[in-house]
C-alpha cells in the first residue's frame, strides 16, 4: 500500500492567511494526488484531482502542485468557510490511500 | 447532478453481517466510466477506503478486509451494494458509497451512515 502522511497535522489560522498543507507519500505516485475538504458531519467533497486541477465550482484560491512524493495544498486567502480538515488521496494505484487529516482552525 | 444515498441498518451484532445499499441518481451505474466505492470513517478518525466495484461487477477490495468484504451491482435498479461480514466493536463507523473517476478522484458522496457495532 501506498502510505501518506500530511504535516502539519492542525494549524491554526486567520481569515486572509495563505495556507499550505504537505502530503508526502512512501512511493513516487506521478500526479495522481487529490485532495478533499471535510468539514464536521459531512462527507468529504473534492476539491482538487490530478495534483492540481480545480474540481468543476471550487475556488480559485485553492491550488495544488507536487509531483513524485511530495505534494501540496495551498490556500491563498483563507475564507471563513475554509476552516475544516483536508486530506490528500493517492489514486495511483489501490487500494486507495488516504493521508491522516489536517484540521485548519480559528487562530 | 448526480445523487448518492445510503441505506442500511444502523445497528449491527457482533459477527454478523453489515448489509448497506446505495442507490444513485442523476447517473447511470452501467454507463461504464465510473467506479463505484465503499468508504469508511470512525468517528473522530481519517478516512478508510473499502473497495470498489466497476459497473461490470468487477470488484475490488482493500486488502486489509478483502476476506470479509463483498460487493455487488444492480443495474436494475442503479444500486451497488456492501456486505461486510464477522463485524467487531472497531467496524462502527461512518460508511460512505461514492463515486470514483478512475485517477481523477472521488467527485461524488452520499450523506455517510452511521453503523454501530454492539450486541
Known amino acids: 500500500d501506498v502510505q501518506m502522511t500530511q504535516s502539519p497535522s492542525s494549524l491554526s489560522a486567520s481569515v486572509g492567511d495563505r495556507v499550505t498543507i504537505t502530503c508526502r507519500t512512501s512511493q513516487r505516485i506521478s500526479t495522481y494526488l487529490n485532495w478533499y475538504q471535510q468539514k464536521p458531519g459531512k462527507a468529504p467533497k473534492l476539491l482538487i484531482y490530478a495534483t492540481s486541477t480545480l474540481h468543476s465550482g471550487v475556488p480559485s484560491r485553492f491550488s495544488g502542485g507536487g509531483s513524485g512524493t511530495e505534494f501540496t495544498l495551498t490556500i491563498s486567502s483563507l475564507q471563513p468557510e475554509d476552516f475544516a480538515t483536508y486530506y490528500c488521496q493517492q489514486s495511483f494505484n489501490t487500494p486507495r490511500t488516504f493521508g491522516p487529516g489536517t484540521k485548519v482552525d480559528v487562530k | 447532478q448526480v445523487q448518492l444515498q445510503e441505506s442500511g441498518p444502523g445497528l449491527v451484532k457482533p459477527s454478523q453481517t453489515l448489509s448497506l445499499t446505495c442507490t444513485v441518481s442523476g447517473d447511470s451505474i452501467s454507463s461504464g466510466t465510473h467506479y463505484w466505492t465503499w468508504i469508511r470513517q470512525p468517528a473522530g478518525e481519517g478516512l478508510e477506503w473499502i473497495g470498489r466495484i466497476s459497473s461490470s461487477g468487477v470488484p475490488t477490495y482493500n486488502p486489509s478486509l478483502k476476506s470479509r468484504v463483498t460487493m455487488s451491482v444492480d443495474t436494475s435498479k442503479n444500486q451497488f451494494s456492501l456486505n461486510l461480514t464477522s463485524v467487531s466493536a472497531a467496524d462502527t463507523a461512518v460508511y460512505y458509497c461514492?463515486?470514483?473517476?478512475?485517477?481523477?478522484?472521488?467527485?461524488?458522496w452520499g450523506q455517510g451512515t452511521l453503523v454501530s457495532v454492539s450486541s
Open positions: 461514492a463515486r470514483e473517476r478512475g485517477f481523477g478522484g472521488i467527485s461524488a
